[in-house]
């Protein structure tokens, strides 16, 4: 399985911005669903945005018109912008991996990040 390194997370204030990067150990073009979730505390984890390797993009309805998810093939790195955070935003964030298509939609990723904390504070 290709191994994925998250960076990029930290303490924000309440209407600004992060970006958040997810490095792949090997070739994107192995690769061909990726996403972002995340996990508040008391919560179950949930999803915050896909893309595939066509460039598809599926987001949470919580955070559209506020997070971009992309992807740089030639860094084998892909993104999350974060703008206009709500303490809301506050949790775990994962970077998630899959040669398959499909865990786009199932979310049955088979590579998982170490996760990295974003905080929020109002």
């Known amino acids: 399985q290709v191994q994925v390194v998250e960076s990029g997370g930290g303490l924000v204030q309440a209407g600004g911005s992060l970006r958040r990067s997810c490095a792949a150990s090997?070739?994107?073009?192995?690769?061909?669903?990726m996403g972002w979730y995340r996990q508040a505390p008391g919560k179950q984890r949930e999803l915050v945005a896909t893309?595939?390797?066509?460039?598809?993009?599926n987001y949470a309805d919580s955070v559209k018109g506020r997070f971009t998810i992309s992807r740089d093939n030639a860094k084998n790195t892909m993104y999350l912008q974060m703008n206009s955070l709500k303490t809301e935003d506050t949790a775990v964030y994962y970077c998630?991996?899959?040669?398959?298509?499909?865990?786009?939609?199932?979310?049955?990723?088979?590579?998982w990040g170490q996760g990295t904390q974003v905080t929020v504070s109002s």
């Open positions: 998630a991996a899959d040669r398959l298509t499909r865990a786009a939609v199932t979310g049955l990723f088979g590579s």
């Open positions: 090997r070739s994107f073009f192995s690769i061909n669903a």
């Open positions: 893309i595939t390797s066509g460039g598809s993009t």
